[in-house]
């Protein structure tokens, strides 16, 4: 697994940053999907519903959504695959290592892009942004970072309840 990015760890630019806590959190995120039993993959402890298969393509989604169809401004054919009947969705043909080599190709996607690009650079305009201003690499790249982190402590709460790895 990825190491955390301690602040005290010295980087060559803030890019850096924020692609190490990317990958961190992705990697964690997979990692504690991958040490669940398969019945607990389908299976909801909340009240929310939703599961961990459901929160690992949402999250894939969500680079998809914010790098591709927002930054780049791409067209997408299902940005919002995710959901169905406005909530997370996952097809019963869909398998663990089928969404985890999707998550980690739009990884790959994301590192790709914010490589190639200035923090600095604005977002294309289109339909991801719902009529506003485009935003800022970094300001889509916080977005991301809070996205993963919040929902991984979510991820830890079900693994735990589910019998899996606690902690980091």
Do not use: C
């Amino acid at each position: 697994m990825t190491s955390f990015p301690e602040p005290t760890t010295p980087a060559g630019s803030r890019t850096e940053v924020f692609l190490r806590y990317l990958d961190y959190f992705r990697e964690s995120v997979v990692a504690k999907v991958s040490a669940l039993a398969e019945p607990e993959l389908r299976r909801s402890r909340l009240p929310s519903g939703w599961t961990p298969l459901e929160l690992l393509t949402h999250l894939r989604h969500v680079e998809l959504r914010w790098i591709e169809w927002g930054f780049q401004g791409r067209d997408v054919a299902e940005p919002w695959g995710d959901r169905r009947d406005d909530r997370w969705y996952v097809g019963p043909d869909e398998t663990r290592a089928d969404l985890v080599a999707a998550l980690r190709a739009q990884g790959a996607h994301t590192t790709a892009v914010v490589t190639a690009h200035d923090l600095a650079e604005i977002g294309a305009p289109g339909p991801r942004w719902n009529g506003a201003d485009p935003a800022s690499l970094e300001r889509v790249l916080f977005h991301l970072v809070q996205e993963y982190a919040r929902h991984l402590g979510h991820l830890d709460v079900v693994a735990e309840l589910a019998g899996g790895p606690t902690g980091e």
